[in-house]
């Protein structure tokens, strides 16, 4: 079984809408990351999260909102979508960043 | 402010055609500097985290060196399952948030 897994794995969705991406862990890290990877542009980080109680912003967070449920489950939110998001979204853990599998998402 | 620059874009070899990967970085102090693997619609796979330089790593036919300005991904003897692109990214000892600031990539093509 995958230790870092993201839902869903494909998403399209239209401007304005809310959407949530979900990313759930099962190695036991402390620290969860948010990022978007765009190309040309490379992976940009968005949020991060050192523990349910700490939730910090990245270089890119404007637009996004994220919630940490449980040291397992850390929720990425577009409240308001726009097409310049449509991107892949990737979930990491630990200061090594091991990656999920990254959710591909197009706003139209 | 943190950068890194990986060269080329793009590399196509030959397979069994030795070649390396460059990573150079400028940042204000390293924690650590690490290589990940990518390949088409998967997330980046965690290969090497260097922390000194002269400091390597090996793995298969991959060795990571670092330098105080740069980083090397060698591969020898290349498979075409080593066709990926190759990241690199940078962590910075004064960064509380342990946030990486990575490179845009090598693309690598390993022909039979």
């Known amino acids: 079984d995958a230790d870092v897994t993201q839902t869903p794995r494909n998403r399209i969705t239209k401007t304005g809408k809310r959407i949530m991406l979900e990313c759930s862990q099962t190695?036991?890290?402390?620290?969860m990351y948010w990022y978007r990877q765009d190309p040309g542009l490379g992976l940009r980080l968005i949020y991060y999260?050192?523990?349910?109680?700490?939730?910090n912003k990245g270089e890119i967070s404007d637009g996004y909102s994220v919630s940490r449920q449980a040291q397992a489950k850390f929720s990425l939110s577009l409240e308001s979508a726009i097409p310049n998001q449509t991107a892949l979204y990737f979930c990491?853990?630990?200061?090594?960043?091991?990656f999920g599998p990254g959710t591909r998402l197009t706003v139209t | 402010e943190d950068q890194v620059t990986q060269s080329p874009e793009a590399l196509r070899l030959q397979e069994g055609e030795s070649s390396s990967l460059n990573c150079s970085y400028t940042?204000?102090?390293?924690?650590?500097l690490f290589w990940y693997r990518q390949d088409p619609g998967k997330g980046p796979e965690f290969l090497f985290t260097?922390?000194?330089a002269g400091e390597e790593k090996e793995k298969e036919r991959l060795k990571a060196t670092l330098t105080k300005k740069e980083s090397f991904l060698h591969i020898t003897a290349p498979k075409p399952e080593d066709s990926a692109t190759y990241l690199c990214?940078?962590?910075?000892?004064?960064?509380?948030?342990?946030?990486?600031?990575f490179g845009g990539g090598t693309r690598l093509m390993v022909k039979p």
């Open positions: 940042v204000s102090g390293l924690r650590g």
């Open positions: 990214a940078v962590q910075a000892s004064n960064n509380a948030g342990n946030m990486l600031t």
């Open positions: 990491a853990t630990s200061d090594e960043q091991y």
């Open positions: 999260s050192f523990d349910v109680k700490d939730i």
């Open positions: 190695k036991g890290h402390d620290r």
């Open positions: 260097l922390y000194s």
